[in-house]
């Protein structure tokens, strides 16, 4: 089943052309990476996916439901979340509050204006389980901006797996990040992409983790989608080499 | 650490301050008390703004007036036995109002926000003056009857004390809610706000609307306390205090508004008594707070709790 469609979806920034005729099928279950050179359009492309910006025209399906245009707090409620190239946390609060903040949207507390935020049980609950299964556990009492820059995209991560995707995005998870943390940030993409049973797509410079991981890759150019295939077919498409790698990569 | 103990301290403070006066205040003191707790009440429902939810408001002033207007003539026109259902009405008024501005000035970000809410507030402050037919215009509105039992400096204050006490107490209760939490993250992180599925502009608009309900039940009250109003209570100074008050308070502390509003008061009082420059020294007080200690008043007292705190709690954190 195809979880997430893109059928000719067109992109201007002024006189850039930043996503020329993209067409592409996510089936569910999927860990797709998608890498290309800077300036290649990828991000832009999560923005159209998560509804932070809408194609000048074509049309982006989740589940067969046309979603062109939606805004990003719909397509959260249905199950389009995402974490941030630069993590986009509340950085005065403590990690346990970033995730309860979540964990409140997520059950619907949000709008309740006199009750005392501690009274929620299976909110409670909702944190202390993403905070074990994250590794932040022990971490709770920290502020945001105490956290270590790895910590922090772990935490990003979190904040969206609280909220209970169906399609995860993750915008360069390792970006900037120590060797050791990017190696543990390589399985824990992994792990709960099985775990929760996700259809993951991640944005990556890092090859040797794109190539360990991901099921599918597809490469951008120019804002062109130009390959897609397994890491073998990546590898040794003449059109990739040529474009993005300009060696081949091995 | 007794967390209980640390959050209801400053109630606990709250009432013995503003309590104590009942029993121990002259006129004076009753007077300015008065005047404290009412503005206090209007710096505390602007903060749920500014502070908390990281909006700039240049225009308060626009429903503590509405607030006072609504009171002073329908009491003046029905009757003093009158003045109560009117303060219930003041607010229901005031959050009418702000859905209408709020739709048009909340989209707008920052800045533009600000002078926007400055603009209606001006708006409003010119109505008022040029139809004096309806309004009083620059003389206002005197002679504000209120019930018996309110007659008189000191059961005016209690009737306050008590209206002021529950308001504080549902902002209270709202700033540690799960809607205040969604408020603070909006301050903090607006685009993260909408990417957890929330609507960004819904929630300041709430915000926007309870904010203008409470501060104009401070506008009504205030009718009350001299039984007269006057346009100067829409006008953007009156607005200013406010943020500067909040500032000398402390606008990230639930009662940093208070605080401030009492030290302004008391200084413009103590101050204005020996020289006709108070304003002079407040401003100077002023600029000393906020380049020193720009988290205010509270800040300064939590700067030296910690310096304290820190001698003896290594053991707890290693």
């Not at chain 1, 790895?150 to 979190?158: C, F, H, R, S, T």
């Not at chain 2, 003389?139 to 005016?156: F, R, S, V, W």
């Not at chain 2, 609307?209 to 007269?228: C, E, P, R």
């Amino acid at each position: 089943m195809t979880t997430l469609e893109l059928r000719h979806v067109n992109k201007h920034f002024g006189g850039l052309h930043v996503s020329r005729d993209i067409t592409m099928g996510i089936e569910q279950g999927e860990l797709t990476a998608i890498i290309g050179p800077n300036g290649a359009g990828k991000t832009t492309l999560f923005n159209e996916i998560t509804g932070y910006i809408t194609p000048d025209n074509g049309s982006i399906l989740f589940d067969g439901v046309e979603i062109t245009g939606a805004e990003p707090e719909n397509l959260v409620k249905m199950g389009i979340v995402r974490a941030f190239q630069v993590a986009s946390l509340f950085i005065d609060e403590t990690v346990y509050d970033n995730i309860y903040l979540a964990a409140l949207a997520f059950h619907g507390k949000n709008g309740n204006i006199f009750t005392n935020r501690q009274t929620y049980k299976d909110v409670a609950e909702h944190c202390h389980f993403i905070l074990g299964r994250l590794g932040l556990s022990g971490k709770e009492n920290l502020k945001a901006f105490e956290l270590s820059h790895g910590d922090q995209k772990v935490l990003d991560i979190a904040i969206a797996l609280t909220m209970k995707p169906k399609l995860l995005l993750l915008d360069e998870p390792t970006a900037g990040m120590s060797p050791d943390e990017r190696v543990k940030m390589t399985r824990l993409i992994r792990a709960i992409h099985e775990e929760f049973q996700l259809t993951t797509v991640f944005v990556e410079h890092d090859m040797d983790m794109v190539f360990g991981i991901a099921d599918i890759i597809r490469v951008l150019v120019h804002g062109e989608l130009i390959a897609e295939g397994n890491a073998e077919e990546i590898q040794k498409n003449p059109a990739v080499i040529e474009a993005y790698l300009g060696h081949e990569v091995l | 650490m007794n967390n209980k103990l640390v959050t209801m301290a400053p109630w606990l403070a709250y009432f013995l301050i503003f309590g104590s006066l009942v029993f121990a205040g002259g006129d004076h003191t009753i007077h300015i008390a008065s005047q404290v707790i009412i503005l206090g009440l209007f710096a505390i429902a602007f903060n749920v703004l500014f502070g908390t939810t990281g909006l700039l408001s240049f225009g308060q002033a626009i429903f503590y007036g509405l607030g006072a207007y609504i009171t002073g003539m329908m009491a003046k026109s029905f009757g003093g036995d009158f003045f109560v259902w009117a303060l219930l009405i003041a607010p229901v008024a005031a959050i009418t109002l702000s859905v209408l501005l709020g739709a048009l000035s909340l989209r707008l970000s920052d800045v533009y926000f600000t002078m926007l809410t400055l603009a209606f507030a001006q708006l409003v402050w010119g109505i008022c003056v040029k139809w004096s037919s309806f309004t009083g215009g620059d003389d206002g509105i005197q002679a504000i009857p209120k019930p018996e039992l309110l007659a008189g400096g000191l059961n005016y204050y209690i009737f306050s004390f008590i209206i002021v006490t529950v308001c504080i107490y549902l902002l209270w209760r709202l700033d540690r809610s799960p809607f205040g939490a969604v408020l603070k993250g909006i301050r903090q992180n607006p685009t993260r706000i909408s990417f957890i599925g929330l609507n960004v502009f819904r929630h300041k608009l709430l915000a926007y609307m309870i904010s203008s309900g409470f501060t104009a039940v401070a506008g009504g009250l205030y009718a009350g306390i001299d039984k007269s109003i006057h346009p100067d209570m829409f006008v953007w100074t009156m607005s200013g205090s406010i943020i500067l008050m909040t500032i000398l308070g402390g606008m990230r502390s639930f009662f940093g508004p208070l605080i401030g509003v009492a030290i302004f008061i008391l200084l413009e009082d103590v101050i204005g008594r020996s020289t006709q420059y108070w304003s002079f020294v407040i401003g100077a007080i002023m600029i000393t707070v906020v380049l020193l200690f720009p988290k205010g008043v509270v800040g300064i007292s939590r700067h030296f709790a910690g310096l304290f705190a820190k001698k003896g709690g290594q053991l707890d954190n290693p």
